[in-house]
């Protein structure tokens, strides 16, 4: 039996943009390893707009650190030589790495270009709101430090189907590029009309050249970095078609082990459950539903009822396809998504994604180590091990509820025979100290458990029905195990 699998993402927005993260990477591998980590997400390899961009600025495909482009040779993570040693590294302790992929867009344009658009109303960007009109773009992409290595392909205006600025005027908007066969595509998010443009220049998946160029690419990237899977950016504004595509073609490739998570951003269950059949269910999806539970239980204390968090979920419709996780790079103070979970509630909301049989759960280098910015964020280093202890060691077996009490909730996991000593108690308040009875299993009569979160002091003897009335603090997490004496 395989132990429990768990993703770091290992990257929060406000890194120093010193390009030294991937040695980061590397030397903190062997550590990550021993918490339980075995899979690491990192952020975007490829060479962004500037050297100080996280990378969802996306200029050079193929430049991963490597050619002087757009003020230096290195990404704001550091060079290809170095990306491919942290690879290496995790690797070598038995770890996946999975890269986040951003296809939607290009940012920093070499050349601008003329060509004729219509603006619409970027509340409803099925709406026109000028005559068509020639405006001036920045859509030629020449990579002229990169001299055709790897891709001797170069972008045009045709290849894109939307922008957001007239150089000519200096006018900001929403511009959709007129031609034979543009228009937004259909296989989006209907969110404003149609949400096919997000920012930048916007890719056009409906041209033939587009399609085969970018699937090129995803092998490449794969081959060159034998990474294990990729994150995919922004999907909801990508063609579904293409997407479904996109992953076919590189599991193909690559085979069918090559994992990949897409960030479909919404919480309606319904969509993610009809974009997983537009893809064959083929990918994972982030549960941001379960996210915005977490963060509306945070904001609400004791008026939240735990005993509904997972309902409308996606790790409770769909298990096998849901990446669980609680804050990311987006959801960070001031960020474009800001939903952050607050503090008192966090390591309860970490206990129900790790320790708990659903879902492959991801945990946030921000909470882990911090996160910087405008607003920062000590990590809560000290109480994630604890719970990521208890995922590695002691969260396998049969799972049982105790959802039967709005402010107090418990779980069992019965421990399998595989893992001596695996097996636990998990109990959640969001309200006044509270306790559950819960049984762990007749073959525990007799044994120790303690909480390994050390919110609680106690002891507490397993009766001989294999059942032990386990509390917990107000407003915490308690879990509760055997940990023999050596």
Known sequence: MERNKTIMQFFEWHLEPDGTHWTRLKEMAPQLKEQGISSIWIPPVTKASSPENNGYAPYDLYDLGEFNQKGATRTKYGTKQELIEAISACHNLGMKVYVDVV??????????????????NQEDRTEDISEPIEIEGWTKFTFPGRAGKYSSFQWGFEHFNGTDCDEKTGNLGIYKILGEGKDWSHHV?????????LMFANIDYNHPEVKKEMIKWGKWLADNLDCDGYRL??????????????????RNHRGEDFYIVGEFWKHDLEACQKYLDHVDHNISLFDVALHYKLNQASNEGRDFDLTRLFEETLVSSHPEHAVTFVDNHDTQPHESLESWV?????PSAYALILLRKDGYPCLFYGDYYGIKGPEPED??????????????HKAYGEQQDYFDHPNTIGWVRLGVKDFKHSGCAVVISNGDDGEKRMYVGERKAGETWVDLTNSRDEQIIIDEDGCATFPVNGGSVSVWACVPKE
């Open 379 to 392: 990590g809560k280093k000290e109480i994630l091990d604890s719970l990521l202890f208890a995922r590695y």
């Open 103 to 120: 296809m939607n867009h290009k940012a920093g344009a070499d050349e601008t270009q003329i060509f004729k658009a219509v603006e619409v």
């Open 342 to 346: 607050q503090d008192w509630f966090k």
């Open 233 to 250: 950016d922004a999907i909801k504004h990508i063609n579904h078609e293409f997407i479904h595509e996109f992953v076919n073609e590189l």
């Open 189 to 197: 998010d209907k969110e404003f009309g149609n949400y096919d443009y």
